[in-house]
């Protein structure tokens, strides 16, 4: 029997969030696994950590709140909470280890007319350092096309499995 699989999901609010989630849901499913998501307030360090923005807690746990729903209708077991932190790859790496992730799943969102996909800093970090495997989601375009739009097609997310090395 395989051992329950603990996913660990970086949510922020963008457009790839709910493939994320989803993603994350169909893994955890079929080993009757748990996941965890979790949404980082990035605290400026000219403040105490313990005092972060009031509307970006809110908003990350608005965030957080939508995201738990849609893994519980997915059927699926998930844990969330919004963490506050000075930069939010450390945060995410630290939070793998102490749940004992066994995979993180993280979103990249895309912007029409751009050659390249921004990994911001972020995604690099938690790619290089994490305990565990690590799956980017690239969600739908953010604002898409009047082309697209005219024709009617939709940018679908799609799924890029990088495993760590």
């Known amino acids: 029997m395989t051992d329950s699989l603990r996913v660990l999901v970086a949510v922020n609010g963008d457009g790839s969030d709910e493939e994320a989630v989803k993603l994350a849901c169909s893994e955890a499913r079929r080993t009757k696994g748990t996941v965890f998501v979790v949404s980082v307030v990035t605290v400026s360090r000219h403040l105490p950590l313990e ?17 738990e729903r849609l893994a519980r209708n997915e059927k699926c077991m998930v844990e969330g909470e919004v963490i506050q932190a000075r930069e939010p790859g450390p945060a995410l790496v630290d939070e793998a280890v102490e749940r004992g992730a066994d995979l993180i799943v993280m979103g990249l969102s ?51 499995p990088f495993f760590k090395a």
């Open 51 to 67: 005092s972060p923005d009031a509307a970006d807690v809110e908003r990350g746990e608005a965030v957080l709140g939508r995201m």
């Open 110 to 160: 895309r912007k029409p007319r751009r050659s390249e996909a921004d990994l911001g800093e972020t995604m690099p970090y938690v790619l290089k350092r994490a305990p565990c495997r690590v799956w980017v989601v690239s969600g739908p375009l953010e604002s898409p096309s009047r082309e697209s739009v005219a024709s009617g097609k939709r940018a679908g997310g799609f799924h890029l």
